[in-house]
């Protein structure tokens, strides 16, 4: 019993891990366009 549950939380610990890395993967690829957007609208103002 108490090897199931134990099995249980492992796999629940892996599979929420695998989630928050693919999470951190979107949220990096995201803020990599974000920080070249901005750069651009900073190098325009910089233009004037």
């Known amino acids: 019993m108490a090897t199931d549950y134990f ?3 492992a796999i629940a610990t892996s599979i929420i891990a695998l989630i ?3 999470y951190i993967k979107i ?3 995201k803020m990599k ?5 901005s750069e651009r609208i900073a190098k325009y103002f910089e233009r004037d």
């Open 33 to 37: 366009k974000f920080i070249l957007r």
């Open 7 to 9: 099995q249980g939380v």
């Open 27 to 29: 949220l990096r690829k």
């Open 20 to 22: 928050i890395l693919i």
